[in-house]
């Protein structure tokens, strides 16, 4: 069983160390492979920029587009997204052998809901900003081709080397209680997981709907999750910052979906998955 895994960056890495270990022969994909080295992952160079370059993918059962844009702008997320899926798409489509799942990361940057709603697989879509629409074009690409498809929208990642939210709360600096800004996170081991989980469906042939809502079970105020921060580095807040998420919007992600087809939260919340970054990155205070 081949899967294969375009823009093998830190969730690529950390989903084909889980598909390795349960039997799967994985090959990343990257502009430099050797960054992948270490990972005893299968590497392959590549730039998936140049479309007369990707007759060279290997065939896989599986298809992972995790592809991550090179910079924030027009250009650069047209070219990751629509166009990079949508050649991807008319590659593998045509091959004897085409894989039985493809998969696409998106983002829930494609709600527009700014006013604490609750959201899902199902709430509308329209984006205003060019991220959003253009990964929302990528989306109904992959829903519209012939070739069976998953869409999974992420909501905020984190974990370890993720941690700028930690260091902010170290600072002394938090985000003001009112108005509240709902935000949504999902720890990096939970986005491999749920792939992972998602994969081992289509490769059952358990049906699978097309879009998946990803995020952790407790959408919490960006208040809420720094006073937590604040209270176990035993700092306290001595500046109050303007709420990141005022150009993002306050949103609350429904994932019943996702649990419904029987995935099980490693963190269920930010406090799980905060404690564990916390650990690992050595930010807790030393005991005397």
């Given amino acids: 069983m081949t899967t294969l895994i ?31 080295a270490a990972t005893g992952l299968e590497a392959v160079s590549l730039d998936l920029g140049d479309p007369a370059r990707l007759v060279d993918l290997p065939n896989a059962e599986v298809l992972v587009y ?96 993720r941690d700028r939210l930690i260091r902010q709360v170290g600072e002394g600096r938090i985000a003001p209680s009112s108005p509240a800004m709902h935000t949504n996170r999902i720890h990096r081991d939970d986005c491999a997981g749920v792939l992972a989980h998602l994969i081992d469906l289509a490769l059952a042939e358990k049906p699978l709907h097309d879009l998946y809502l990803a995020n952790d079970c407790e959408p919490a105020p960006l208040h809420e999750v720094m006073s937590w921060l604040a209270t176990q580095l035993k700092v306290e807040a001595t500046e109050t910052i303007q709420s990141p998420l005022r150009r993002r919007a306050s949103k609350r992600c429904d994932n019943t979906r996702l649990l419904e087809s029987g995935y099980a939260f490693h963190y269920p919340s930010y406090r799980e998955g905060y404690a564990q970054v916390l650990k690992v990155g050595g930010f807790l205070p030393q005991r005397a």
């Fill in 6 to 36: 375009l823009g093998c960056g830190d969730i690529g890495t950390t989903l084909g160390k889980r598909l390795q270990e349960a039997g799967h022969r994985v090959i990343g994909v990257r502009r430099n492979a050797a960054a992948l």
């Fill in 66 to 161: 995790v592809v991550s844009a090179d910079h924030f702008d027009e250009a650069a997320y047209r070219a990751a997204y629509p166009d990079g899926l949508k050649a991807v798409l008319s590659e593998f489509a045509g091959r004897e052998r085409p894989p039985r799942r493809v998969f696409f990361v998106s983002s829930t940057s494609v709600y527009p809901q700014q006013e604490g709603e609750w959201v899902d697989e199902t709430s509308p879509t329209a984006p205003s900003g060019f991220s959003g629409q253009l990964m929302r074009e990528a989306e109904q690409a992959l829903i519209d081709h012939p070739l069976p498809g998953t869409v999974v929208r992420f909501s905020g990642i984190y974990g370890p080397g």
